[in-house]
């Protein structure tokens, strides 16, 4: 029979809950054991070496090694759907969730982070329109996931480095929430030459609507008087993404 183990003093702030709560009945050399193996999969093997629940069973193990973190890994990605949807949920969601706490929800959310980090950097080391994969990649990490409609513009300089990724805002993208001449406005304020428009479908498709259309080739519009070229409009979704440019609609 399994007893509570009390954590020492140093310890305690690395458990959200009491160190057995769901504790794996095979006893703590089978729950070693088990992550040895995951640990050696992940450093020796590729992307695929562990599967979605398995990546969030050790993350969570390394803040709380007596637990069995697999239930709780299983269960977020029953909750959230994918990999993808557990690191990009709310916070307090992920906090709130059965068998989680504070502690296991920033070993989550530390990682989404650390992944928008590496992705915004990887586009910033180079001409977006010469590592358009890598442009595609960041935004889909950043946005594929929102269950909000987040409009972005992102200003680059005469050799097409990016100069600013600016939130524009959140909501339907129409020309009540879109302004043509504010968008234009801002480029001529951070000297860029060129923007791409970027926004999301929470539906995931990223198929786009008329008024995508019509106020991209207003922005369009408004930056030829000044010089200034709107490349593409990207929309971004689950389902995966849409050029509006490769479509012959700007």
């Known amino acids: 029979m399994l007893h509570a183990v009390k954590p020492m003093p140093e310890e305690a702030g690395l458990f959200d809950e009491p160190p057995d709560a769901g504790a794996t009945a095979q006893g703590p050399d089978h729950a070693a054991g088990h992550r040895a193996r995951l640990r050696k999969r992940m450093l020796t093997g590729g992307i695929d070496a562990l599967a979605d629940h398995e990546v969030i069973e050790y993350l969570l193990a390394l803040g709380r090694p007596r637990i069995d973190t697999k239930p709780i890994a299983h269960s977020l990605i029953a909750r959230f759907g994918s990999l993808a949807g557990v690191l990009d949920a709310d916070a307090k969601a992920l906090e709130n969730h059965p068998g989680m706490g504070e502690t296991s929800a920033a070993a989550l959310k530390i990682v989404a982070l650390a992944a928008r980090r590496l992705a915004r950097t990887r586009v910033q080391e180079q001409p977006v329109l010469g590592s358009w994969q890598a442009l595609i990649d960041y935004l889909t990490i950043d946005m594929a996931n929102l269950h909000v409609e987040r409009v972005r513009v992102l200003y680059l300089n005469t050799q097409n480095r990016l100069i600013l990724d600016h939130h524009l805002g959140d909501g339907s ?50 930056g030829r008087h000044l010089g200034i070229t709107v490349h593409d409009h990207l929309i971004i979704g689950r389902e995966g993404h849409v050029s509006l440019k490769a479509q012959g609609l700007i």
Request: no cysteine; proline share 8%; glycine share 4%.
């Open 173 to 222: 993208i129409d020309e009540a929430a879109v302004h043509p001449r504010e968008v234009v406005k801002k480029a001529l304020d951070v000297g860029a030459s060129a923007l791409i428009l970027v926004h999301n479908h929470p539906s995931g498709s990223p198929q786009p609507s008329r008024a995508d259309i019509q106020i991209t080739n207003r922005i369009a519009e408004a």
